[in-house]
């Protein structure tokens, strides 16, 4: 008997499942259904269209209906709303170009993703303030963008989709403001990341405000309001806060959602409802590293879900088994990108969190080209397992948050990343990998060897009762730009020659630029017989992106 096979969303999961489904069986009836005009289109390449990076419009569209008949027999219709399931009579009622009709069921894959939040401010429903989710959003903002020639943007919201949004509105010569209302851009990274990212983004000329809102649009003189009652000329306002799971029609049929708001799945991607399987950005599903529930609205997971859930909805029997939320994104020459838990959420999920920073270039340093990257591992100090991964630079970012999540789907070790033989010839990286110099770092606190406090660490224990002395080993012209006010000054070289006016009764915390000559000097202290001596893991490079501490 031939399955009917229906699937509502014809974009990434959609789409896939439609695809999967027809290679799994040449019999099966597949119908996707799509509100919108288009079908499987490269929603993530929408920005770089509009930056123009990406020139021609039809390269976003991967796949037509016609197309989809022809290669895989598979009813793509579009423009065609589903309104309702009757779980009862499987069967979805549906409006499209021919008016109101019921399609018939036997299996039912949702794939709804998720709407784009506009916040409710007044004047946000004005013809210049824009949403960036689909091809009609992309072609409106473009055609606004050429036939107006604005010369001001205001992006409300610092994320992946509002970072690149500011990109490409700066490449269009459109002076460019992103707000955000947390402390730092690219919230969903931890502090030093989201710094260093919003310092590219003033680099490259974009203005960047943080920890402030945006209470009103105003038409009248396009400006926008903000909520510490600053004004900014907006000839044109993008927001981008954040997306919410499409719900409403999962909702109306009765299927559970989970404790975080989306879509309640089992392990094979089947709701509540046997018949109705789901995927995408509408679900929530198992963080990998925390066992956590979590909501990851990505291309990668909804994409392997597709594939997942039409499998299962065929017969199979394949496990989902959660997501990292890996991430990755271009800030004009820079990359951003993280996998697992960051340091605040391993925290929030209780583990006994470590953390490894480095601040060393992504090859071989004697090689031209050598660009900074830094690195921030995450690790339980518990079972030395690693946690997450977060990495901000010019070259070599992705490969690294590559090799770390591959790493947590194995639940490797501090131990296991420090072993890890990668690929290496000085175009490429260093003898030792930075994630190798990562792992020795971890390693080196665990042991005892080296231990490590964190930038924001020392500025708590300042701040406290009895406050570390700060030993800077750096030399005198590093020093001389710029130091913690009370430090004492003794650059590595020297220190042999000059540990004896160190106290021996008071802890002593080490930093350097980065951390290596601390760790030298950690070292030497140590064998020296001062018992409380700590690095300051990234160094001075971690303590300025921390900020808040007293420099002169
Ligand atoms: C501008 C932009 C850039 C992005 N960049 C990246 C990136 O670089 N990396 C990354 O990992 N992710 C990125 N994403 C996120 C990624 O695109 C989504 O996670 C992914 O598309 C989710 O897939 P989905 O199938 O769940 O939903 P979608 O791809 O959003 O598809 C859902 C479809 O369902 C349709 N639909 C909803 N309800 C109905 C209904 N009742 N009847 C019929 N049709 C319906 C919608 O019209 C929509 O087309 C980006 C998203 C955007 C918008």
Redo the contacts with the bound molecule.
Sequence with gaps: MKTKLVI???????ATAAARARRLDETAEITL????PYVSYA??G??YFLSRDIEKRSKLLLQTPEGFDARYRVSARVG????EIDRAGKRVRVKGPEGESWVAYDKLIL????TPIMPSVPGAASEHVFK???VPDMDRLHGFIEERAPKTAVVVGGG??GL?MAEAFKKRGIDTTVVELMPTVMGLMDREMGVLVGRELEASGVHVFTGVGVSAVHPEDRTVALSDGRRLPAELVLFSVGVRP?LT?AKSAGLALGSTGGLLVDEHLRTSAPDIYA????LEIEHKVSGRKVRV????P?NRQ?RIAASNALGQSMVYRGALGT?VVKVFEATAAMTGLGEKAARDAGFDVGVAVIHKDHHASYYPGAQEISLKVVYDRKTSRLLGAQAFGRAGVDKRIDVVATALVGKLTVHDLAELDLAYAPPYSSANDPLNLAAFVAENALSGVSPVITAAELLRELAGPTPPLVLDVRNLGEFGRGHVRGAQHIPVDELRCAWETLPRDRRIAVHCRSGFRAHLAVRTLKQLGFTDVVNVTGGYVSMELEGGFSLE
């Design positions: 509502v969303g014809g974009v990434a999961g959609g259904l799509e509100r919108g929603n993530c929408l920005p065609t709303e589903a309104l794939a709804q993703g998720g960036l989710w689909t992946f989709i690149e499409e029609l995927a995408g950005d509408m609205p990505l291309a990668g909804a597709g991430s």
